[in-house]
């Protein structure tokens, strides 16, 4: 039978958390959500959905006490509200100062209130990230296992032998391909995307639904034309993110997801457009 290393499971933190507005704020607010995110329902139980919480202030105040010394210091409770009416409030994203909405909804309960996180199963569905899904993708063309296939645990100098070997045999004369996600580039003279293959844009389709994404590149574009500094390391992760929160705000796309001849023909017509490289 198998057994987890680290039993107990695990949540998922996006990276974009570091450009988020509660970096700024004391470290109470990172703590209390970072609390809130290991303790709420990861699969629905009872009467609470994925994400949601039945808690009371005093208890989220002993949960997030610390240490010093011998002495327990934990926030009063006014400290605690403040942290849950900001987390309440509409907050923006510094770069492209698009609302994303609320962090958390709150509803009052006979024993306290329930704690819902917004966005929630999107935030802690491994696929819905950029790494996890490059990952799969690789292993799937390659015929191997992927991680919804098993844990195989393998010895690290035995891949570094066969990545090594792959590489001898590969022809010399071979030329060596630039990874996908590094072919997006945005020219700002003609202020248009180029290198956004068929596969990418198989790859946004499937994840964001609920966006436009013709129109999701075309304004992401005259961001990028209005603010010349702030160019981009990787306009493919640059996209992602925009579409990603186009996604949590509902979208606004004329669904073709239901007609798959028809999503095939808009994809052939946007790969034409934008796969120029």
Excluded at 72 to 101: I, M
Excluded at 205 to 226: E, H, K, M, Q
Excluded at 236 to 261: H, I
């Amino acid at each position: 039978m198998y057994k987890p290393l680290i039993p107990g499971g695990y949540i998922l933190l996006s990276r974009k958390l570091i450009e988020s507005e509660i970096m700024a704020k004391p470290p109470l607010y990172l703590k209390v959500w970072v609390w809130l995110l290991l303790t709420v329902q990861h699969e629905e139980y009872k009467n609470l959905n994925r994400g949601e919480l039945v808690t009371t202030i005093a208890k989220v105040c002993d949960a997030v006490s610390w240490r010093v010394g011998y002495r327990v210091e934990k926030p009063s409770c006014k400290q605690v509200r403040a942290v849950f009416d900001w987390l309440r409030r509409t907050h923006e994203r510094d770069y492209e100062r698009a609302t994303n909405g609320s962090m958390v909804g709150t509803t009052k309960v006979t024993h306290g209130f329930k704690v819902s996180i917004s966005n929630y199963v999107f935030y802690q569905t491994p696929k819905n990230y950029e790494g996890h899904n490059e990952r799969d993708y690789e292993r799937a063309t390659n015929g191997q296992r992927t991680d919804s296939d098993g844990h195989n645990i393998y010895n690290k100098n035995d891949k570094n032998k066969e990545i090594k070997n792959k590489e001898n045999t590969k022809s010399s004369s071979e030329p060596d391909k630039v990874p996908v996600t590094e072919q997006v580039k945005f020219d700002f003279d003609t202020g248009s995307f180029t290198g956004i293959s068929e596969k990418i844009l198989q790859k946004w389709y499937t994840a964001f639904p609920a966006v436009d994404v013709d129109n999701s590149i075309d304004r992401a574009g005259l961001w990028l034309i209005a603010n010349p500094k702030k160019r981009k390391k990787n306009y493919f992760r640059f996209l992602t993110n925009w579409m990603s929160k186009g996604q949590e705000r509902g979208g606004s796309a004329k669904s073709v997801s239901a007609d798959e001849a028809k999503r095939k023909q808009v994809i052939k017509n946007l790969t034409e457009k934008y796969d120029a490289v």
